[in-house]
Structure formats: structure tokens, C-alpha cells
């Protein structure tokens, strides 16, 4: 290295050395220019300024108090652990913002979902037709994936909504009611039956059990029912009642259709003798009084849309596509922060329920209908306890 006075001219480029030398290298002297130089200085002192304007500084409350919860308009705001800034800006203005353009351009549909009372009206009108499907897909996706799968497929004890294998029927207004009132939910309009635990309570011997389960496995057999077999007349007179003299199953009862292949709770053999023995009583929520009347009405004409509609002469349009946000839910528009009121807590968002839908596949009524929590002696599904 040498020093200041050492300073020369390079021969090849004509530019001043610094006078540093390392094995024969010198470097040469070509500083930033002067407006470069200005503008890094300014930028130094903006940030100074934003640092204090804006929240920046994370401080050492948050690890030592616990946060607080302020609710504005229709967004929790939650009180972060960093220096607030003189403005006072928080990106919460920002979601407010966003969230009051959402709810305006859903106004405009809202406003003519609410005024048209009729099923058959907004399936008649493919613009709000759509609209509602858009709705009842995001109501669907929050409150009820984490029970009927997200892609409302189902798993054990909780049934599939895409086929037309219904346990209460499959009209809107068949759906409309089941989801309204719920099934054994505690409510008072519910929908109640229960099938008695044939074995538990001793209602038939132990042989019996196994003669009618032979016999409901050949109902659902290719060669169909077989009146020779004794289990045959014990259906008549213990099931029939509920499940049809010929086993197709009754609505009013929720008793599911036993000659098809579609099971509720599993059509190998001990499936059935467990579900004889014990019985189930599947507890669906009831939802009036959680989700709004508008949030009802989008999600029955969605189940319905989703295949196993059964119709009222209620002419269903084609699948119209429209831009709704679709992580927008409906009933957005009244409080878009899923409150904790929910039964389904916030948890059932859809990465979470595809999981939670496969584990319950393995036990039946499991956590959610307790969670659920309006009637937990509904939830007497004996088998769990074995
Ligand atoms: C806690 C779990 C759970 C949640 C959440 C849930 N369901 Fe259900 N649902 C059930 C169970 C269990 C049944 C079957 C009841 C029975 O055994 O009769 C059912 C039945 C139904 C049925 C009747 C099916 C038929 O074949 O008749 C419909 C329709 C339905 N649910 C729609 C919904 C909708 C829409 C939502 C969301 C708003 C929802 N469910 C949320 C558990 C749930
Ligand atoms: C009081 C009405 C009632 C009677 C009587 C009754 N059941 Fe049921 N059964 C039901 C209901 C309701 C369900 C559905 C339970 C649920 O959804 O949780 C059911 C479910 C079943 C299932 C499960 C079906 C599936 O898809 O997994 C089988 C099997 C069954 N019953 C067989 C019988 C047999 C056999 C008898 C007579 C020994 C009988 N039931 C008597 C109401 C009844």
C-alpha cells in the first residue's frame, strides 16, 4: 500500500490511482458521482422520517403484556407490539377500505337476492343465480367442510351432498329445513328421529341380530332382498317401520335407503351389526340464529345445485361463471371476521377440514358434533364408546 502522495495517472485509462496497491493492481479513483451520493443521503434521512411517521420499531410489550382486541367497523383490530408512528397509519384502514369496495359491489346483487323471495325466481335469473352459488360455495367452504369434506364428498357418519342418496330428501325445501333446524341438534324444530340400539337395550337376542344383518346384506346385494332367509321377518317387524317394508329407506325417519350400495356408516358386515347393536345418531348442526337469512338461502340453493337436487319444478339454470371474490363469503357483508361465537370455530378453514374430514373417517361422530356443543347427550353414538 502506499500514500497520498504516491497518487498517479494510469497509463492505459487516464484515470487518477487512489494510490492503493496490491500485487501490481491499482486501483483507480472513480468515486460516485455527487447526485448519486445526494440521493443515498436523502434516502438515509426519508427513513428516518418514515421510521418515526409510520409503526416501525417493534418494542418489548408484546413478549410481556398480552395483546388487545379492538373491533372498528366491521375489522378486529389487533394491537401489535411496535412503535404506532406519528400518523397513525395501520394496514387495518387499508382492509376496511378493501372490504367496504367488497361489500359495495355485492350490494348490488344482495340488495336483489334479498327482494327475491322465491328459489324459483333466482334460479330463473342466471346473473343472481350465480351470485348466490358464488356465496353459498364460501359459506360452504367455512361452516360446513369440516364436517361434509370440502368437496361436500362427506366420510363416515357425515353424508355425501353431491349424490342424490338423501337421508331427509333433497328439495330446497327438504334442505332448507335440514339445515335450519339440524338433525337431533338440540333445536327445538330439529329433526329428531332416533333408531333404537337393538342390541344395548336388548331389544333383540344376539342371534336375531345376526339374521337380520344377513338379511340387510342381501337387501344391498346384487340378488336383492331374500324373504326365505329369518332375518327377514325380523326386519319387518323392527325395521320396516323406518327403513320401509322393502328396505329402500324413510325420509320422514332420516332412515337411510338399505338396498342401495351408499353406507353411511359402512356396509361391511361388522359395520352393520355394530350399527344394530348400537345404533347412530349423527348430530348436524342447527344454523338459524348463526348464519344470517340471506347466508341459509345461499347455501341451500348451493347443496341443491351440487347434483343430488331434487326438484320443486324449480328449473335450474346452467352453471353461469361471475367474478365474486370467492374468499369474500357472504355473509361478509354483515361481519366478515368469522366470530368466535361460530360453532365451527375458525379452524375449519378448507386446508385444515380436507385433514380434519379424513381423520374423522376413522371414528365417527367425533369431535365436531360435540364441539358443536348445543346438545351434547345428542351425541350418543354408542360405538365410540366400545
Ligand atoms: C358438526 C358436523 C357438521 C357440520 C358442521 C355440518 N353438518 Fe351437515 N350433517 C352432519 C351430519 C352428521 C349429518 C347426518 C345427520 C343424520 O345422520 O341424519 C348431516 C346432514 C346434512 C344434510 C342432510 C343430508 C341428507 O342426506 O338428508 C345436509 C343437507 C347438510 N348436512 C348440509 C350441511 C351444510 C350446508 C352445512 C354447513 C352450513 C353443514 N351441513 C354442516 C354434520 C355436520
Ligand atoms: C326409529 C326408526 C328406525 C328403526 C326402527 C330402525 N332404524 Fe336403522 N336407522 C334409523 C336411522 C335414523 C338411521 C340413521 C342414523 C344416523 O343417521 O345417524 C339408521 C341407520 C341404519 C343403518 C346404517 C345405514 C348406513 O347407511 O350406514 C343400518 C344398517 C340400519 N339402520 C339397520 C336397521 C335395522 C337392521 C333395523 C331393525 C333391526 C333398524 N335399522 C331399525 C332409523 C331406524
New binding site residues.
Partial sequence: MSDQHNKEIDQITGVETTGHEWDGLKELNNPAPRWWVWVWVATVVWSVGYWVVYPAWPTAWPFFGSGSMEQTGSVTRTTTGATKGTFGWTQYEELEASQAEITARQAQYLDKFQATTSYDQISKDPELYAFAQAGGKALFKNNCAVCHGSGAEGSK?F?NLNDDDW?WGGTLADIEQTLRYG??SGHDEARQ????S?GKDEL?EKEE?EQ??D??LALSSDTGADSNLPGAE??AN??A???GENGAG?RD??????TDA??????ERA??SN??YF????VMPFWEGKLDEDSIRQLTLYVHSLGGGEGEGAAVPEKVSMEVPAEVPAQAEEEPVVTDEEPVAEESSSEVSSEAATELDVDVPAEPSVEEGSNPEAVS?ESADK
Fill in positions: 357418519g353424508p337421508l338433525v337431533r328421529s332416533v333408531m333404537p337393538f333383540l341380530i337380520v344383518v338379511y340387510v325380523i326386519f323392527n325395521c317401520s323406518c327403513h324413510g325417519f332420516g332412515a337411510p335407503n338399505l351408499i353406507w353411511l356408516y359402512g356396509g359395520d352393520i350399527t344394530v345404533a347412530h345418531a349423527g353414538d
